[in-house]
Structures are given as structure tokens and as C-alpha cells.
């Protein structure tokens, strides 16, 4: 039996206003992903997959059709109802990784937690340390992000992702910042996560590493191939 779809944008149009007038991003976009997929979604500069990936996570709002993500129709919530159901729902990870300078790394994994209130307080720095051994980081927790490589710094956003056990993982160039071999390690472990039932969207320029995903989505002049 199919995976039930954790991702459904239904006839997703998105327009922005600008002094010369209305100019449209998305062309009646829709996109289903099942739950456990791995799909990397690619396509030029300004095609729109940025903006199709900030209707996932909620960032934009759809100027026409439906965005469900995880049972949940992010047209009908208000700002806080989406920072809420974000903070539960999805694990963001950043080309450029965007840790807390002054924290530690174990601090910075468990920001997620405690702005969510999802474990016990006096459970959530024993689940950051767990976190940061899955991602091969256990002796880099009492550190701050500047005194680590940009490799450990990603591996870092991905167990800060992970902290609130989110059911989609997305990704926005998580590998642009990367050499080629961290690169490749990190992509090893996106593959390791979606083996153990996340769900993984991945915008990426990366054109090896987009043909070793399971499922590739191509956007082209707001619209997917």
C-alpha cells in the first residue's frame, strides 16, 4: 500500500506585487511527496523551487490553491498557529547553517526543544548529546559553532533539525556551502534519516547529488517539469 502523502500542494499559484506590477513565481504547481521519500528538487536560478520550498515550511503564503503539509492546510493558520505547528512539525536545514554563535553546539540542538516545550527540561540536554552522536558530533557539543568546520557546523543543524522528532526534514542548498567529500557525507546521512522513516525535500544546484536522489522534481519558469 502507498505511503499516505505528508506533503500536497494543489494548484499552487504565487504572486508577488512590484512597482511594474503583478509578477507571478508559481504557475498552478501542484506536488505530492509520500511519507518517506527523498526528493531532491532542482531547476535555474529564479525558476521558483525557493519559493515552492518556503510553501512547505510556511514561510510564504500560496496566492492561490491549497498547501497541506502533514494533515495540517497551512492557508488557515494565523502566524503563531504556524510558528507552533513549524517548531512540531519540520526540520529546516540552511545553506548556511544558521547557529547561534554564542552557544554551544549542544545549546544550540536544544533551542528547538525548549522553545516547543516538547520534552521534560530535564530530559532535553541527554537528547541533544544523543542527537549530536547520531550525526558523529558526541565530542564537538561543548564547542561554539566558529570553532568547528563548516562540515561539523551543518552536521550540527542537522541534529538541531531533528530535535522536536519532526516527521519532514527540509532542505535549502543544505550542501551549497559544502566541499564536494562533506558534501557526500552529509548526503549520506540525509539517505540514513529518510531509511529510518523521514520524509526529506532538498532544494539543491548539485547535479550529482540530485541524480542519486530517489525522486527528482524539476522547476522551470514556475512550473515543475
Not at 39 to 49: E, I, L, Q, T, Y
Not at 160 to 177: C, I, M, Q, S, W
Not at 214 to 223: A, K
Request: with cysteine.
Amino acid at each position: 500500500m502507498a505511503a499516505q502523502p505528508i506533503i500536497s500542494l494543489s494548484h499552487i499559484v504565487k504572486e508577488y506585487a512590484t512597482g511594474a506590477g503583478p509578477v507571478t513565481v508559481l504557475r498552478d504547481v501542484s506536488l505530492t511527496v509520500g511519507g518517506g521519500e527523498f526528493v531532491a528538487v532542482v531547476g535555474p536560478s529564479g525558476s521558483g523551487k525557493s519559493t515552492l520550498i518556503n510553501m512547505l515550511t510556511g514561510i510564504d503564503r500560496p496566492t492561490g490553491g491549497d498547501v497541506v503539509v502533514a494533515g495540517t492546510r497551512l492557508n488557515d493558520l494565523s502566524e503563531n498557529q504556524m510558528a507552533r505547528w513549524r517548531g512540531r512539525t519540520l526540520g529546516v536545514i540552511f545553506q548556511f547553517f544558521q547557529l547561534l554563535p554564542t552557544l554551544t553546539i549542544l545549546e544550540n540542538v536544544m533551542l528547538p526543544m525548549d522553545f516547543c516545550n516538547t520534552y521534560p527540561a530535564s530530559a532535553r540536554r541527554g537528547r541533544a548529546r544523543d542527537l549530536l552522536a547520531q550525526v558523529g558530533l558526541a565530542d564537538q557539543a561543548h564547542k561554539l559553532p566558529g570553532a568547528v568546520s563548516g562540515g561539523q557546523q551543518q552536521r550540527a543543524a542537522i541534529a538541531r533539525a531533528l530535535a522536536n522528532d519532526p516527521p519532514l526534514l527540509v532542505g535549502d542548498e543544505p550542501t551549497g556551502n559544502l566541499d564536494s567529500k562533506t558534501a557526500d557525507q552529509v548526503f549520506a546521512l540525509f539517505a540514513d534519516l529518510v531509511a529510518h522513516g523521514k520524509t526529506l525535500v532538498m532544494v539543491t544546484h548539485d547535479r550529482e547529488l540530485a541524480a542519486r536522489a530517489p525522486r527528482v522534481v524539476r522547476v522551470q519558469d514556475g512550473q515543475i517539469q
